[in-house]
C-alpha cells in the first residue's frame, strides 16, 4: 500500500521560501511510469494544481504561480519537494502531495500558514 | 488553461435517491491517442484529501462502490450516485488531465434532504 506523508514547517513569513517535502513508503518512487504532484487548496476553497514531476525528470507547473514554484525528486530518499519562493499570505493554504494526474494516492495535507 | 465548470454548485437529495452532477470544460479533453476522456471525479470529506472515485471520464477506481458512475466524452461529463447514502455527503470534484496545468472545477458540495 502506498503512502505519501507531507513535511516541512506549517509557518513561514513572507517574501520567503515555502519548502515542502513528500515522502512516499510501500512502493519506489523511481518505479513505474509515474508523476508526482503537488496540489493546495486555500482554506474553505477548492484544488488548485501546482505541478508535477514525471518519471523522466521533466517537470510542469501552472502558469498562476509566475514561475515560483520548482519540485525535484530524491530517489534515494524516495522523497519529492516542493519550494515556492516569495510567498505572500496568499499562498496560506493545505498542501497536498499526491501520485499520479489523475491522483490515486493523496498524503494527509499540510497547512502552511504565511505570516510575520 | 482548460476551465472546468461544474453544476450545480450545492445538491441536496433524499437517501436513496439519484444525485447527478455536471462538469464542462472549455475544451476537449478527448486523447486521440487512445481515445480516452481525460477527466476524473474526486471525493472529499471534511478534513480529509480527495478520494479518486472515477479516471478516464467512466473507469470505478478499485474500491469505490458501484453506485458511483461517470459518464460522457469531449467536453461535457456527470457523475452520478445512483442511491445516495449517508456517507457520501462531501464535496465532489472533477478534474481534466489532459494538458497542463490540470485543472479542477470550482466542486459541488452534496448534502442530505
Known amino acids: 500500500q502506498v503512502q505519501l506523508q507531507e513535511s516541512g514547517p506549517g509557518l513561514v513569513k513572507p517574501s520567503q521560501t515555502l519548502s515542502l517535502t513528500c515522502t512516499v513508503s510501500?512502493?519506489?518512487?523511481?518505479?513505474?511510469?509515474?508523476?508526482w504532484t503537488w496540489i493546495r487548496q486555500h482554506p474553505g476553497k477548492g484544488l488548485e494544481w501546482i505541478g508535477y514531476?514525471?518519471?523522466?525528470?521533466?517537470?510542469y507547473y501552472s502558469p498562476s504561480l509566475k514561475s515560483r514554484a520548482t519540485i525535484s525528486v530524491d530517489m534515494s530518499k524516495n522523497q519529492f519537494s516542493l519550494k515556492l519562493t516569495s510567498v505572500t499570505a496568499a499562498d496560506t493554504a493545505v498542501y497536498y502531495c499526491?501520485?499520479?494526474?489523475?491522483?490515486?494516492?493523496w498524503g494527509q495535507g499540510t497547512l502552511v500558514t504565511v505570516s510575520s | 488553461d482548460i476551465v472546468m465548470t461544474q453544476s450545480p454548485d450545492s445538491l441536496a437529495v433524499s437517501l436513496g435517491e439519484r444525485a447527478t452532477i455536471n462538469c464542462k470544460s472549455s475544451?476537449?479533453?478527448?486523447?486521440?491517442?487512445?481515445?480516452?476522456?481525460?477527466l476524473a471525479w474526486y471525493q472529499q470529506k471534511p478534513g480529509q484529501p480527495p478520494n479518486l472515485l472515477i479516471y478516464?471520464?467512466?473507469t470505478r477506481e478499485s474500491g469505490v462502490p458501484d453506485r458511483f458512475s461517470g459518464s460522457g466524452s469531449g467536453t461535457d461529463f456527470t457523475l452520478t450516485i445512483s442511491s445516495l447514502q449517508a456517507e457520501d455527503v462531501a464535496v465532489y470534484y472533477c478534474?481534466?488531465?489532459?494538458?497542463?496545468?490540470?485543472?479542477f472545477g470550482q466542486g459541488t458540495r452534496l448534502d442530505i434532504k
Open positions: 478516464w471520464a467512466s
Open positions: 510501500g512502493g519506489s518512487i523511481s518505479s513505474g511510469f509515474y508523476s
Open positions: 478534474q481534466q488531465y489532459y494538458s497542463t496545468p490540470f485543472t
Open positions: 514531476i514525471n518519471y523522466s525528470g521533466s517537470t
Open positions: 499526491a501520485r499520479g494526474g489523475a491522483p490515486d494516492y
Open positions: 475544451q476537449s479533453v478527448l486523447s486521440s491517442s487512445n481515445n480516452k476522456n481525460n
